[in-house]
């Protein structure tokens, strides 16, 4: 399956305590504000295939929290103007939120061989231990914004641990 995988399990976030998240949606006036409860949940990385190597190229950061909405506001709106009341029919409700960053957001402290795991994505993250991370480093040699992440090709593909 090497070369053909968009996504692949890269370790795990442990939320030891509620925290909140807000959803914003394409009108921009609309959101959602979630609970995001406590758990261990699966982080993901995903891309598109080097057609030169066969091997994935991880751009997106994925991981989606059991919440439960906290508030809503979805005003309807014409031209930006409110027409009507808003609704709260979910508040209380049980409901997902996904979260998705660019890989290159992976934390700094994972570069090589850093401690793990760290504070990220709202609790403790825990790569899976063949998982690699290096800094992202510019034609000059300095270090610049940016960790790269480095997924053996056997785990490619491996949706589950």
Not at 38 to 66: A, C, E, I, K, M
Not at 94 to 104: E, M, N
């Amino acid at each position: 399956m090497a070369g053909f995988a968009l996504r692949t399990l890269v370790g795990h976030v442990n939320v030891a305590e509620e925290f909140a998240d807000r959803q914003y949606y394409e009108v921009a006036a609309w959101s959602r504000e979630h609970k995001i409860q406590p758990g261990t949940y699966p982080v993901y990385v995903s891309g598109d295939v080097n057609y030169q190597t066969g091997r994935l190229n991880p751009y997106w950061v994925h991981v989606t929290y059991d919440t439960i909405i906290a508030d809503e506001d979805f005003t309807p709106l014409f031209a930006g103007v409110p027409i009507g009341p808003t609704r709260k029919d979910g508040v209380g409700e049980r409901d997902t939120h996904s979260v998705q960053l660019y890989a290159y957001q992976f934390p700094a402290e994972l570069a090589d061989n850093g401690p793990r795991p760290v504070k990220w994505l709202g609790g403790t993250f825990t790569p899976l231990p063949r998982i690699t991370f290096t800094p992202a480093v510019s034609v000059n040699g300095e270090r610049r914004y940016g960790t790269h992440v480095q997924i053996p090709e056997d785990l490619e593909g491996v949706t589950e641990s």
